[in-house]
Nanobody, 114 residues
């Protein structure tokens, strides 16, 4: 199973993008869905997480600007990013976990110009 992330691109500061993440086939038992960001030369950091209850978590750096959501019927997780800043630039990875397996997407590049 592979996670396929899409929706990245280039945008000016203040703009918006929506990322999508879907598996190559339906998976079950997922108890964690998240998006991470990795800027050049930096570690991969969490930017949004969602749990089966619907609970979400965000770091302060994106709180109020990013929203993680899911469409259960489409088996897809989204990351809506608003009020983008140049420091949001990076490769965005989706991550899904079950008790047995840790799935990672291939990453989608987001570039925010000032």
């Amino acid at each position: 199973v592979q996670l396929q992330a899409s929706g990245g691109g280039m945008v000016q500061a203040g703009g918006s993008l929506r990322l999508s993440c879907a598996p190559s086939r339906r998976v079950s038992g997922i108890n964690y869905m998240a998006w991470y960001r990795q800027a050049p030369g930096k570690q991969r950091d969490l930017v949004a997480a969602m749990f089966p209850s619907g609970e979400t978590r965000y770091p302060d750096s994106v709180k109020g600007r990013f929203t993680i959501s899911r469409n259960i019927a489409k088996n897809t997780v989204y990351l809506q990013m608003d009020s983008l800043k140049p420091e949001d630039t990076g490769n965005y990875y989706c991550n899904w976990k079950s008790d047995q397996i840790n799935y990672w997407g291939q990453g989608t590049q987001v570039t925010v110009s000032s």
